[in-house]
């Protein structure tokens, strides 16, 4: 009886020491956001292990030669991320089912809003004289231009049109300083089209600018 029991022991731990050495097999399915189908060529592995696979059409895959042991089961797929399976017990010489795993597309991040330029503001107008063909009374408008003054610009350009604003320093009575007043504000073509409040605010602005002078004395 003692002998039978011996042999059946030592027949028992032979199996279990055989069927320990003999590997297990891990199946199930992988899909990409849960779709029922087009999942082939997702690379199932098993970490650590050289141990590979890739699913079919519908996403099922089976990987054999898994030796007894704690694993964890990884899929790839370009394009897609997944959390990998943990703690995943193979027993040696059995078939580990439904070892099922879900992929999700990578959403890249939104571009940041390009803020486009803000348009230019629009151009405003310069009043300007023409010195070539302005009559006596808008000659006058410029700041520092009497009426004798302006006369004599007439006078002059009868000789012969001005080039530039700076040919009025050969008007008698035009200094440097008195050119340099409105040498912004004449031009020798196009239109005159500076008008009376032009001059009134040209005349508001130098007396600012005496008054300013004479409080910094």
């Known amino acids: ?18 069927c320990a050495k003999k590997p297990g097999t891990i199946e199930g399915k992988a899909t990409l956001d849960g779709a029922a189908t087009g999942n082939a060529g997702i690379t199932i592995s098993v970490a650590g292990t050289a141990l590979t696979t890739a699913t079919d059409d519908s996403g099922t895959y089976t990987i054999n030669g898994v030796p007894a042991g704690q694993y964890t089961l990884e899929a790839k797929k370009e394009g897609y991320d997944s959390k990998p399976l943990m703690g995943i017990l193979v027993e040696g010489g059995k ?21 486009a330029p803000a348009a230019p503001a629009p151009a405003v107008a310069k009043e300007v004289v023409n010195i070539n063909t302005a ?13 004798k003054l302006a006369k004599a610009i007439i006078a002059h350009r009868k000789k012969g049109e001005f080039k530039s604003a700076e040919d009025l320093q050969a008007v008698k009575g035009i200094t440097v300083k008195e050119l340099a007043k409105i040498k912004d504000l004449v031009v020798v073509a196009g239109e005159t089209t500076m008008k009376p409040a032009e001059k009134a605010a040209q005349k508001k602005k130098a007396t600012h600018k005496k008054e300013a002078a004479r409080k910094n004395k």
Not at 135 to 147: F, M, R, Y
Request: hydrophobic share 50%; charged share 10%; with cysteine.
């Open 135 to 147: 009559t006596a009374e808008q000659l006058c408008l410029l700041p520092g231009i009497t009426k």
């Open 95 to 115: 078939i580990l089912t439904e070892q099922n795993i879900n992929l999700s597309k990578i959403i890249p991040p939104a571009p940041q809003g390009v803020t």
């Open 1 to 18: 009886m003692k002998k039978f029991m011996y042999v059946s022991l030592a027949l028992g731990l032979a199996l279990a020491f055989t």
